[in-house]
């Protein structure tokens, strides 16, 4: 009879892994890899270790995410630089356990990969990027840095400039943009009205002693295009209006209670909702921030019950809120805006509604122009003035004038001229033209395309969310495995000339047929490659940049 000799308690191999046998000198490189646990152990984060070693020496550490038992398998990524000293290394992977008793091996090896390092030209891009890397904390790099491709190709990292729906980064490569600044380039980037607006304000200083003429021109344009617009004051950003809203509606109803439901800004009252101590606030005993999920009215109705007397203003974002990457991404629902103003003027609440994205995207212009839902303040931002930096806050002149003096409102930059010029041409374009229903035509289309190319290519997927916002959502159940799907996507999105993050896409009014059949082109390419690495798990063979969070 044969025994089966026992397996040693540490033991892996390599299903696959991304090194290339060629790295470019000094590049910033995500390593995947897929190991299955061959060995008589699992492996736990918290005594497993999982190493990428450069001549056997540990180069990073590669973290867990789950415990892996026997014949299960993980897949691994780790950020790591490649060494400045040219010639051949090997690449190597180890995985040990502190907990194996001294009479076993604590380690296995399961894989040794010889690379070569090779002079390469510093790009642009890896030139601006180690700078950023050492002096800007916060800039949005999409890969965290990665820039090289196995391919050949640059991983977009900085731009030159931008026209219409394309962008051009700092390598020359022209991608069709679909977070058009974050969402502020509705009428496309670059825009000849808008540009021409600004170019004839430029005689001028752009902050002035004396209040702009430009700020009650705006401001009227405001008021005669949304119903309920009787006072107006401007911001830079769409955080300042939300903060102004709230400290407003405290001050107004003398309340100190928020509920809310959406992105309201980065500033102190809302970041409550991350935990103030660890987003740099001090810490206060009694919260006042209280979320609700989009369109549940049942849940407003029990805050309001829960906080009775205390609640100054319910704000919200209309519709199309990311409740997450997967979605939902839920439409207006016009019963419930109606419900909620009722409910919360019967309370001696006031409704904010936050239109920083969906204002003049929405069909009507806002969604209270469609839902014929009147609130008592407005956040208005990002599409505002075409693509310069203006906020608005705008609504009942009684509540302007019963607090305004008092919330300490007074940004130096409010009444910047070139900004304000660049809004009233905007308004102008979207009084003239129906903005809204083409970027709800342009949705819809992509969608239709999107749709049914996940379908030819047996995909799993749809386009979720309004026409304005929409985004790609797989439907797959392990959280892990999408992440790597939506990774994957946006890796080759970006080989294939198309800018976004998490499948999200915004489009503008900019975006000409040729974009869109280039957008096609380019998803139908990210999702043949999909398909190619789902089957046999094989993601960590054919991804090279950072995973998106799940
Ligand atoms: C709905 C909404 N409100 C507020 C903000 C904050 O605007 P800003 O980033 O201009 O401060 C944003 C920004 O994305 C937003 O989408």
């Not at 009147?374 to 075409?386: E, F, I, N």
Request: negative net charge; charged residues 20%; contains cysteine.
């Amino acid at each position: 009879m044969i025994s089966e000799s026992p397996s040693p308690a540490i033991n892996a191999i390599c299903v696959c892994h991304n090194f290339p046998p060629r790295l470019p000198v000094h590049e910033v490189r995500t390593s995947w890899l897929t190991l299955e646990n061959t060995g008589s152990r699992t492996w736990e984060p918290r005594t497993c270790k999982v190493a990428v070693l450069l001549d056997g020496s540990p180069l990073i550490a590669l973290e867990l995410p789950h415990s892996v038992v026997r014949g299960a398998r993980v897949t691994l990524h780790g950020v790591f630089r490649v060494t400045n000293v040219v010639g051949a290394h090997e690449l190597g992977v180890r995985v040990s356990d502190d907990n194996v008793g001294d009479l076993e091996p604590q380690s296995a090896t399961p894989l040794r990969a010889v690379v070569d390092v090779v002079e390469r030209a510093a790009t642009e891009t890896a030139r601006l990027r180690d700078r950023v890397l050492e002096t800007h904390a916060r800039c949005w790099l999409p890969c965290d840095g990665v820039s090289w491709s196995s391919d050949g190709s640059i991983y977009p990292n900085f731009a030159r400039d931008a026209r219409g729906c394309r962008l051009t980064d700092v390598e020359g490569r022209q991608f069709v943009d679909y977070l058009m600044g974050w969402g502020c380039a509705l009428l496309g980037y670059s825009n000849e009205r808008i540009v021409t607006a600004i170019a004839d304000a430029l005689h001028s200083g752009a902050i002035l002693t004396l209040t702009h003429h430009l700020m009650p021109e705006v401001a009227d344009l405001l008021c005669e295009m949304f119903p309920l617009a009787e006072a107006v004051t401007f911001g830079k950003n769409g955080s300042d209006v939300c903060t102004a809203a709230v400290r407003l509606a405290r001050a107004h109803t003398g309340r100190p209670v928020v509920l809310f439901c959406g992105y309201h800004g980065w500033q102190d009252w809302y970041v409550e909702r991350f935990g103030l101590a660890s987003a740099g606030v001090p810490e206060r005993p009694d919260p006042l921030l209280f979320q609700f999920q989009p369109n549940n009215l049942a849940q407003v109705r029990q805050l309001l019950q829960d906080h009775r007397g205390r609640v100054a203003a319910i704000m919200l974002e209309p519709a199309g809120v990311l409740e997450s990457f997967q979605g939902p991404a839920k439409d207006a629902d016009p019963a419930f805006l109606h419900e909620v103003i009722e409910l919360a003027h019967r309370e001696g609440s006031l409704v904010i509604f936050d239109e920083i994205m969906t204002g003049f995207r929405y069909p009507g212009g806002s969604v209270q122009h469609a839902t014929a839902a009147r609130p008592d303040l407005t956040c208005l931002g990002k599409a505002l003035s075409g693509g310069m930096p203006l906020s608005a806050l705008i609504g009942r002149r009684d509540i302007f004038n019963s607090a305004i003096g008092r919330i300490s409102y007074e940004p130096t930059f409010k009444g910047e001229a070139y900004s304000l010029a660049a809004a009233r041409e905007a308004l102008t374009i979207y009084k003239e033209q129906d903005v809204a229903a083409r970027i709800w035509s342009i949705g819809n289309g992509l969608r239709k395309r999107l749709n049914r190319l996940c379908a030819d290519c047996g995909v799993a997927a749809e386009v979720i969310g309004p026409p304005f916002r929409m985004l790609l959502a797989f439907a797959e159940p392990d959280g892990r495995r999408r992440a790597l799907m939506r990774t994957l996507i946006q890796q080759e999105l970006f080989k294939m000339g198309i800018l976004t993050t998490q499948n999200l896409l915004l489009p503008s009014i900019a975006h000409d047929d040729a974009a869109l059949d280039a957008t096609e082109r380019a998803f139908d390419h990210a999702l043949r490659i999909l398909t190619e690495a789902m089957e046999g798990e094989r993601f960590a063979a054919y991804l090279e940049i950072p995973p998106l969070p799940a």
